[in-house]
């Protein structure tokens, strides 16, 4: 993307646009540093504002290849990822009503069970919209709960652990839509700025 097309996403009034098609990446400014990291990301793909503070949501061709960039820009220019809060691959999306929301990720993960194996995982769920009508602890526990009875059916011995986990399942909401990743820990220990909220 070249600095024009930055700039005009970046001059948005309202700075706010629609998710983009096929959205596959989370970005979390830190306080204050929200046009920075909008300055930094539009190089390497379509991002744009959500309507929530510091919130880039993005679309890029290879998440491997976009975070290898990211810390090649760093190794040349210290303190270039510096506004960054968390960045989140995002490998399934959905739109959602919150009476449907559950069963839709439980669709959704259930083929990841085999993958988690015997290994300790947790699932963390962040919710921005429905204020009162979905709560991010109960769609943990709800999802803990599913997870912890496929992987027993499947003779394994599940342990659940905020503590050191090998996998995490990541559920970013956003109004009306739901991006999931299933983050590993060789990913988040390669790319620090992949945190888990």
């Known amino acids: 993307m070249t600095d024009s097309s930055a700039i005009s996403i970046l001059n948005l009034h309202p700075p706010i646009a629609p998710l983009p098609e096929g959205w596959n990446v989370l970005a979390t400014a830190k306080d204050h540093e929200q046009h920075r990291l909008a300055k930094r990301l539009c190089r390497f793909g379509d991002f744009r504002w959500t309507a929530y503070r510091?919130?880039?949501?993005?679309?890029?061709?290879?998440?491997?290849?976009?975070?290898?960039?990211?810390?090649?820009?760093?190794?040349?220019?210290?303190?270039?990822?510096?506004?960054?809060?968390?960045?989140?691959?995002?490998?399934?999306?959905?739109?959602?009503?919150?009476?449907?929301?559950?069963?839709?990720?439980?669709?959704?993960?259930?083929?990841?069970?085999?993958?988690?194996?015997?290994?300790?995982?947790?699932?963390?769920?962040?919710?921005?919209?429905?204020?009162?009508?979905l709560h991010s602890q109960a769609v943990e526990r709800t999802l803990h709960e599913r997870l912890r009875e496929w992987l027993t059916a499947q003779g394994h011995h599940?342990?659940?652990?905020?503590?050191?986990?090998?996998?995490?399942?990541?559920?970013?909401?956003?109004?009306?839509?739901?991006?999931?990743?299933?983050?590993?820990?060789?990913?988040?220990?390669?790319?620090?700025f992949v945190r888990i909220p």
């Open 158 to 192: 599940p342990v659940i652990t905020f503590r050191d986990p090998e996998f995490v399942i990541a559920v970013e909401l956003i109004d009306t839509a739901c991006g999931i990743a299933m983050l590993s820990k060789s990913l988040w220990t390669r790319f620090p």
């Open 54 to 133: 510091g919130l880039l949501a993005g679309r890029v061709e290879d998440h491997e290849a976009f975070f290898a960039q990211l810390m090649r820009c760093e190794d040349a220019e210290p303190g270039f990822l510096d506004p960054v809060a968390r960045i989140l691959p995002i490998t399934h999306t959905f739109a959602f009503r919150p009476e449907t929301l559950l069963t839709q990720l439980q669709d959704t993960i259930r083929p990841w069970a085999g993958q988690i194996d015997g290994h300790p995982f947790h699932v963390r769920c962040e919710r921005r919209g429905h204020a009162g009508m």
